[in-house]
């Protein structure tokens, strides 16, 4: 069977932002494919993490995988998606000193490639390589693989060359996921973050919102969130394009779902 996979990302929405407060900043869970299950208000003296758990409590996560960025790579919410029945691939960084040590010092040259893929778009050509090491010592709770992704990114016009390391643990194991599916996944929810970030800052114009009273700006990320998921589900990957060519104002999210 198709596992879900979901997505948890954080975004200030900077339009908020007043002299005499900060912007407000939301967490959200969003499915690969683009329909946000639940989106949480980060408390202003706090930040993500203690956010996490209560944002997923009320979604079904059995056999599912969360896919994190490296903040949310905390022991805390390890054991709390195993107890949950869930899987995640978690990006391991310098943040996380020990074990971002521990992943980066495995004996990366030995070890076969797993999967290769290459695109082209954008006047730049990329080379995404992906490496598997199965491995139960990992410090971290219920971590079964390291992971490597290494990206080569050529510009085309310029020729300069940009090389990446990124290093992940996951709870899935070799029986669990394919090269091809880790893959997949990790660039999903690289996807999800641009799609987000992009979406909303250019195609919305969040940022420009005058929109700051109390719970007004987390309930128009929502009507944003479910433009973005109403235009993903109906195959549409260009939605300001998809926007423009119905007529409707792209700023606005209600006319952007018809309902004005």
Same mark, same amino acid.
């Not at 946000?36 to 758990?53: G, H």
């Not at 790579?73 to 943040?95: D, E, F, P, S």
């Not at 009273?213 to 109403?230: E, K, Y």
């Given at each position: 069977?198709?596992?879900?996979?979901?997505?948890?990302? $954080?975004?200030?929405?900077? !339009?908020?932002?007043?002299?005499?407060?900060?912007?407000?900043?939301?967490?959200? @869970?969003?499915?690969?494919?683009?329909?946000?299950?639940?989106?949480?208000?980060?408390?202003?003296?706090?930040?993500?993490? /203690?956010?996490?758990? /209560?944002?997923?409590?009320?979604?079904?996560?059995?056999?599912?995988?969360?896919?994190?960025?490296?903040?949310?790579?905390?022991?805390?919410? $390890?054991?709390?998606?195993?107890?949950?029945?869930?899987?995640?691939?978690?990006?391991?960084?310098? #943040?996380? /000193? $020990?074990?971002?040590?521990?992943?980066? =010092?495995?004996?990366?040259?030995?070890?076969? %490639?797993?999967?290769?893929?290459?695109?082209?778009?954008?006047?730049?050509?990329?080379?995404?390589?992906?490496?598997?090491?199965?491995?139960?010592?990992?410090?971290?709770?219920?971590?079964?693989?390291?992971?490597?992704?290494?990206?080569?990114?050529?510009?085309? !016009?310029? !020729?300069?060359?940009?090389?990446?390391?990124?290093?992940?643990?996951?709870?899935?194991?070799?029986?669990? @996921?394919?090269?091809?599916?880790?893959?997949?996944?990790?660039?999903?929810?690289? =996807?999800?973050?641009?799609? %987000?970030?992009?979406?909303?800052?250019?195609?919305?114009?969040?940022?420009?919102?005058?929109?700051?009273?109390?719970?007004?700006?987390?309930?128009?990320?929502?009507?944003? #969130?479910?433009?973005? =998921?109403?235009?993903?589900?109906? !195959?549409?990957?260009?939605?300001?394009?998809?926007?423009?060519?119905?007529?409707?104002?792209?700023?606005?999210?209600?006319?952007?779902?018809? %309902?004005?």
């Amino acid at each position: 069977s198709v596992r879900r996979v979901i997505a948890v990302d $954080g975004k200030a929405v900077r !339009g908020s932002r007043a002299k005499t407060a900060t912007a407000i900043q939301l967490l959200a @869970a969003m499915e690969h494919h683009g329909v946000v299950l639940a989106q949480r208000q980060v408390a202003s003296k706090s930040n993500e993490i /203690p956010s996490f758990q /209560p944002l997923l409590d009320t979604l079904d996560l059995h056999n599912a995988v969360l896919t994190t960025e490296a903040l949310h790579t905390q022991h805390g919410h $390890g054991t709390y998606l195993i107890g949950r029945g869930a899987h995640y691939l978690a990006v391991a960084k310098k #943040n996380h /000193p $020990g074990l971002y040590a521990q992943v980066k =010092g495995l004996p990366w040259r030995d070890i076969p %490639l797993g999967h290769r893929t290459r695109d082209r778009a954008q006047h730049r050509d990329e080379v995404r390589r992906l490496k598997v090491a199965a491995f139960r010592h990992i410090d971290y709770p219920g971590a079964r693989q390291a992971i490597q992704v290494v990206r080569r990114r050529r510009e085309m !016009g310029t !020729g300069k060359l940009t090389i990446e390391r990124v290093y992940l643990i996951t709870s899935l194991s070799v029986f669990d @996921a394919t090269y091809a599916e880790l893959a997949t996944w990790i660039r999903g929810h690289w =996807g999800i973050e641009n799609l %987000l970030h992009h979406v909303r800052d250019r195609t919305f114009r969040e940022d420009d919102s005058k929109v700051r009273t109390g719970t007004l700006p987390r309930a128009m990320a929502s009507l944003r #969130n479910l433009a973005i =998921g109403v235009f993903r589900q109906d !195959g549409g990957s260009n939605i300001a394009a998809a926007l423009r060519h119905t007529g409707r104002n792209y700023n606005r999210p209600l006319q952007a779902l018809g %309902l004005t």
